[in-house]
């Protein structure tokens, strides 16, 4: 499987985050300087509650000063704090957030709301080739954070590693964990002795009405980036929707923001899917390692 091979990638199954949609007046945030935390009261509908006992899916009004109306998963550090809930009860909680991770606490119902219908979709990745077996996204030219003209072809020889994300995705350990886990592998292949300068990370942002080339640009230079070893794409929504298909990334949008899972993908020097991590978290380590592999391999 050659470059095309991230075309073609149906691997692991997703870890569905999301980061999406509606509107409460609740008062600036409350810092707290002695731990450099940030505080923020809210409002939302209990959509989900997961096997873990540790999370829980709302769809809670705005935030004031922090983030629009979403429907989106939030974390407890103890399982009781969610005891007795049920999907479509209303609630009241407070949105504990550091430079790393957010928590909910303080969580009290306070009546109970008709359940949604539930859509089903099916995002299978998938394999779609032209008669000559060549998919016509690799030639295709994205947009990168310079307004420079991209396409998928131009990165032959080099190692990769692709991602897809929004800038306005208000959550630490969600988009932000993506960025970060970019920024700490790159400072980590930049400092080796003699490591190899044949790699590249893609950032491709599905917010494509949102997330222009300036946009990428002054969010690109929050994480230090390096243009030589990390661009950020854009393209027309119907060119970005058809890739993060076939690589198996599945997003939906709600209101300005959307829904999605994980996929941090490696491709080698000669064009083949090495791995993919279908995960969040801290795995700029795992990154480096792969990338020195996939930057060893020969290209055909």
């Known amino acids: 499987m050659e470059i095309r091979g991230l075309l073609s990638i149906a691997l692991l199954s997703c870890l569905l985050i999301s980061c999406g949609e509606k509107s409460d007046e609740s008062g600036p945030p409350l810092h707290n300087r002695a731990t450099e935390r940030r505080m923020f009261m809210a409002?939302?509908?209990?959509?989900?509650?997961?096997?873990?006992?540790?999370?829980?899916?709302?769809?809670?009004?705005?935030?004031?000063?922090?983030?629009?109306?979403?429907?989106?998963?939030?974390?407890?550090?103890?399982?009781?704090?969610?005891?007795?809930?049920?999907?479509?009860?209303?609630?009241?909680?407070?949105?504990?957030?550091?430079?790393?991770?957010?928590?909910?606490?303080?969580?009290?119902?306070?009546?109970?709301?008709?359940?949604?219908?539930?859509?089903?979709?099916?995002?299978?990745?998938?394999?779609?080739?032209?008669?000559?077996?060549?998919?016509?996204?690799?030639?295709?030219?994205?947009?990168?954070?310079?307004?420079?003209?991209?396409?998928?072809?131009?990165?032959?020889?080099?190692?990769?590693?692709?991602?897809?994300?929004?800038?306005?995705?208000p959550l630490p350990e969600y988009c932000p964990r993506l960025s970060q886990n970019f920024q700490e592998a790159s400072r980590k292949l930049n400092s080796m002795t003699g490591a190899p300068t044949n790699w590249h990370f893609l950032s491709v942002s599905f917010d494509t009405e949102f997330d222009t080339p300036s946009v990428l640009k002054a969010y690109a230079a929050k994480y230090q980036y390096d243009p030589n070893h990390w661009s950020f794409l854009t393209g027309p929504s119907d060119k970005i929707s058809e890739l993060a298909r076939l690589c198996d990334v599945s997003f939906e949008r709600e209101g300005g923001f959307y829904n999605h899972n994980f996929r941090t993908l490696i491709i080698d020097a000669a064009g083949d899917l090495q791995m993919a991590f279908p995960v969040g978290g801290n795995i700029s380590d795992g990154i480096v390692e792969e990338i020195l592999k996939a930057a060893a391999v020969r290209h055909r």
């Open 43 to 169: 409002k939302g509908v209990v959509k989900e509650l997961k096997a873990d006992r540790r999370t829980v899916i709302i769809r809670h009004e705005s935030i004031s000063n922090y983030m629009a109306a979403m429907t989106m998963p939030f974390r407890v550090r103890e399982p009781s704090e969610l005891a007795g809930l049920q999907p479509g009860d209303s609630i009241s909680f407070c949105i504990q957030v550091t430079d790393s991770e957010s928590w909910i606490e303080q969580i009290s119902k306070t009546g109970t709301s008709p359940p949604d219908v539930v859509r089903a979709t099916d995002q299978q990745g998938g394999e779609i080739r032209s008669p000559h077996g060549q998919h016509p996204l690799l030639d295709y030219k994205f947009t990168n954070e310079l307004g420079q003209a991209v396409s998928l072809n131009q990165f032959q020889g080099q190692a990769l590693a692709v991602t897809f994300f929004f800038t306005r995705c």
